[in-house]
C-alpha cells in the first residue's frame, strides 16, 4: 500500500495568514493527488484534485501543487470558514489511501 | 446534482454483518464512467477506503478488509449496498457513501453525510 504522510498534524493561524499543509507519499504517485476539507460533524468535501484542479465552487484562495512524492495544499488567505481537518488522498492505485490529516485552527 | 444518502442499522453486534444501503439522487447509477464507493471513519481517526463497485458490478476492495466486504449494486432502486462480515469494535464507524469518479485522475465527490455504526453487544 502506498503511504501518506501530513505535515503538521496541526496548525494555528490567523485570519489572513497563508496556510501551507504538505503531503508526502511512500513511492510516486506522479500527480494522482487529491486534497479534501472536513468540518467537525460533516462529510469530506472534494478541494483539489489531481494534484493542482480546483474542484468547481471551491473558492479560489485554495491551490495545489507538487508530483511525484511530495505535493502541498496553500490557503492564500485564510478565512473562518477554513477551520476544518484536510485530508490528502492518493488515486494512484488501490487500495485508495488517506494522510492521517492536518487540523487547522483560527487563532 | 447528485446527492446520496446512508442508510442501515446504527447498532451491529460483534460477529454480526453490518448491512447499509447508499441511495442515490440527481443522477443515474448506471453511467459507464462512474463508480460508487464505501469510505469509514473510525471516531475521532482518519479515513479509510472499504472499495468501490461499477454499476455492473466491477467491483475493487481494500485488501485490509480480509475479504469481509462485499459491495453490490440495484440498478433499478439507483442504489449501491455494502456488506462487512464477522465484524468487531474496531469496525465502529462513521461510514460514508461517494461518487468515485474513475476517469482520468480518480476522486471521490458527492460524499453522503455519513452514518455511524456501533459494534456492542
Known amino acids: 500500500d502506498i503511504q501518506m504522510t501530513q505535515s503538521p498534524s496541526s496548525l494555528s493561524a490567523s485570519v489572513g495568514d497563508r496556510v501551507t499543509i504538505t503531503c508526502r507519499a511512500s513511492q510516486s504517485i506522479i500527480t494522482y493527488l487529491n486534497w479534501y476539507q472536513q468540518s467537525p460533524g460533516k462529510a469530506p468535501k472534494l478541494l483539489i484534485y489531481?494534484?493542482?484542479s480546483l474542484r468547481s465552487g471551491v473558492p479560489s484562495r485554495f491551490s495545489g501543487s507538487g508530483s511525484t512524492t511530495d505535493f502541498t495544499l496553500t490557503i492564500s488567505s485564510l478565512q473562518p470558514e477554513d477551520s476544518a481537518t484536510y485530508f490528502c488522498q492518493q488515486s494512484y492505485n488501490t487500495p485508495r489511501t488517506f494522510g492521517q490529516g492536518t487540523k487547522v485552527e483560527i487563532k | 446534482q447528485l446527492q446520496l444518502q446512508e442508510s442501515g442499522p446504527g447498532l451491529v453486534k460483534p460477529s454480526e454483518t453490518l448491512s447499509l444501503t447508499c441511495t442515490v439522487s440527481g443522477g443515474s447509477i448506471s453511467t459507464n464512467t462512474n463508480y460508487w464507493g464505501w469510505i469509514r471513519q473510525p471516531p475521532g481517526k482518519g479515513l479509510e477506503w472499504i472499495g468501490s463497485?461499477?454499476?455492473?458490478?466491477?467491483?475493487y476492495y481494500n485488501p485490509s478488509l480480509k475479504s469481509r466486504a462485499t459491495i453490490s449494486v440495484d440498478t433499478s432502486k439507483n442504489q449501491f449496498s455494502l456488506m462487512l462480515s464477522s465484524v468487531t469494535a474496531a469496525d465502529t464507524a462513521v461510514y460514508y457513501c461517494?461518487?468515485?469518479?474513475?476517469?482520468?485522475?480518480?476522486?471521490?465527490?458527492?460524499w453522503g453525510q455519513g452514518t455511524l455504526v456501533t459494534i456492542s453487544s
Open positions: 461517494a461518487y468515485d469518479f474513475w476517469t482520468g485522475f480518480p476522486y471521490f465527490d458527492f
Open positions: 489531481g494534484a493542482s
Open positions: 463497485t461499477s454499476y455492473s458490478e466491477k467491483t
